[in-house]
Structures are given as structure tokens and as C-alpha cells.
Nanobody
Framework: QVQLVESGGGLVQAGGSLRLSCAAS????????VGWFRQAPGKQRELVAA???????RYPDSVKGRFTISRDNARNTVYLQMNILKPEDTAVYYC?????????????????WGQGTQVTVSS
């Protein structure tokens, strides 16, 4: 069982930066793939970053070069550094984890989800 808690959301002006954190419980968290997802009102949930247990990363084109996912297995924490934020990045951001990489990046139905943190980017 893995429990995930996100933090670091807030209000920022366009062009600014935020760093989200996803703190996990569980001794085997380092073996999980983790994704950051977001969902804006009226829109489908989308994957914005993913990282394997071995720290291989993947990003969609919409955030590539602006967002960076990383993990600190000693702290059981995954981070999402978001730079050059745009108003269209406004959404609730969730971290999610699964033992299977494909569940994170293909089916986007990982087993464990956090409660989400709001990110609002003003123009």
C-alpha cells in the first residue's frame, strides 16, 4: 500500500515557477513508477511528467523543456519543477504511482493517487 501527499501548489504569475512535491509512504516506493497528472475544469486529465524507478523520464510536448520531474528515493519524494508557467497550466495536479510503467504512461490508470494540489497561473 502506498499513500501519496502532494504539496507546493499555489498562485503564480505567468512566467513564474513552482515546485510540487509528492511525499510517499511505503518502504518500496523506490520501485514504483510515478507520474504527475493534471486536470483543468471541463478538460480531460493529462499526464505531464513521468519517472521510472530508475529515473528515466517522459514528458508530453506541451511541457517539455519547462517541467522537470525528479525523485529522491531516500526521502520517498518525487518533485515536479515547473518553469515558465502559462495560464493554460492552471489545473489541479496529482501525483500517482504504480509498479508498472505502462500503467502510468499508457493506460494512465496507476493504482495509487494523491489528493491533488491546485496550481493557478495568472496572466
Amino acid at each position: 500500500q502506498v499513500q501519496l501527499v502532494e504539496s507546493g501548489g499555489g498562485l503564480v504569475q505567468a512566467g513564474g515557477s513552482l515546485r510540487l512535491s509528492c511525499a510517499a509512504s511505503g518502504r518500496t516506493f523506490s520501485s514504483y513508477a510515478v507520474g504527475w497528472f493534471r486536470q483543468a475544469p471541463g478538460k480531460q486529465r493529462e499526464l505531464v511528467a513521468a519517472i521510472t524507478s530508475g529515473s528515466i523520464t517522459r514528458y508530453p510536448d506541451s511541457v517539455k523543456g519547462r517541467f522537470t520531474i525528479s525523485r529522491d528515493n531516500a526521502r520517498n519524494t518525487v518533485y515536479l519543477q515547473m518553469n515558465i508557467l502559462k495560464p493554460e497550466d492552471t489545473a489541479v495536479y496529482y501525483c500517482a504511482a504504480d509498479k508498472q510503467w505502462l500503467e502510468v504512461v499508457v493506460t494512465t490508470t496507476p493504482d495509487y493517487w494523491g489528493q491533488g494540489t491546485q496550481v493557478t497561473v495568472s496572466s
